[in-house]
């Protein structure tokens, strides 16, 4: 784990979706997931599989001192916003520190990692294409 590890995706042909589904919910209702069995990093999808999106929209929220597990390097373009919190971003290879309503726009390939910093949990919504061939 941690920033020296690196995870990368692989491009994924893209499925046959069906037209999008109107949405309505409640973050807390979200499914919840934990990225490398951590407790204290929480993923919550709030766009559901199987409801014709060709992209996601996740929050991430990260107890004091909790991190990704590992350097992360994604085939699409994304951006998040900070929520609440704070933390240390990296991209390539400068380091950011990052406060709620900071906002970062990452490119293909950008290695990027997050770690908390402060008394509180840090917060960010997450949006990603997803199931489309990036650069159409």
Request: aromatic share 12%.
């Amino acid at each position: 784990g941690g920033p020296g590890s690196r995870v990368r995706e692989t491009l994924r042909a893209g499925r046959r979706r069906r037209a999008a589904e109107d949405l309505f919910g409640r973050e807390a209702d979200a499914p919840v997931s934990h990225p490398g069995d951590d407790p204290w990093l929480e993923v919550r999808a709030l766009i559901p599989d199987g409801t014709g999106c060709d992209f996601r929209v996740n929050t991430m929220t990260y107890q004091p001192g909790a991190e990704l597990p590992a350097v992360e390097t994604h085939v699409m373009e994304h951006g998040l916003l900070m929520l609440q919190g704070g933390g240390i971003y990296r991209l390539s290879d400068r380091w950011y520190q990052v406060e709620a309503g900071d906002f970062i726009w990452m490119a293909r390939y950008c290695p990027q990692w997050f770690g908390a910093i402060g008394k509180s949990p840090a917060k960010y919504i997450i949006y990603k294409d997803w199931d489309r061939v990036p650069g159409f």
